[in-house]
């Protein structure tokens, strides 16, 4: 499964990162989830708990911020965000840009660890 694969490096990063911080008791990881990252987002979500099994993040919260879906129109000139739409066209104009600007994003923004 996909998703694991990804629960199992985001574990790696939030343990490696909670070692530089301090031997505190990890609360949340927070990551940062774009639409186009190719990730079910609750997949994703009921797999972290395995992942993190047996590790120092283990019993921490896996707090996922989705991130809008924003392309460059060349018509406008203008970043434009997108809702839940398949096609890639401004919303404003009804250009089709293929020039996503955001909503790749697949990455651990913050951690919260117990002092
Ligand atoms: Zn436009």
Partial sequence: MHELSL??????IAQAEARRHGNGRLLAVHL????????????????FPLAAQGTEV?????VIERVPLVVYCPSCRAERELGAE??????????????VRQGR???VTALELER
């Fill in 86 to 99: 398949v096609w890639l066209v401004c919303p404003v104009c009804q250009t089709p840009t293929p020039e």
């Fill in 32 to 47: 940062r989830l774009g639409p186009l990252a190719g990730v079910v987002e609750e997949a994703l979500a009921a797999a």
């Fill in 7 to 12: 629960a199992i490096e985001i574990v790696e």
């Fill in 58 to 62: 283990e019993g921490a919260e896996l």
């Fill in 105 to 107: 994003e697949l990455e």
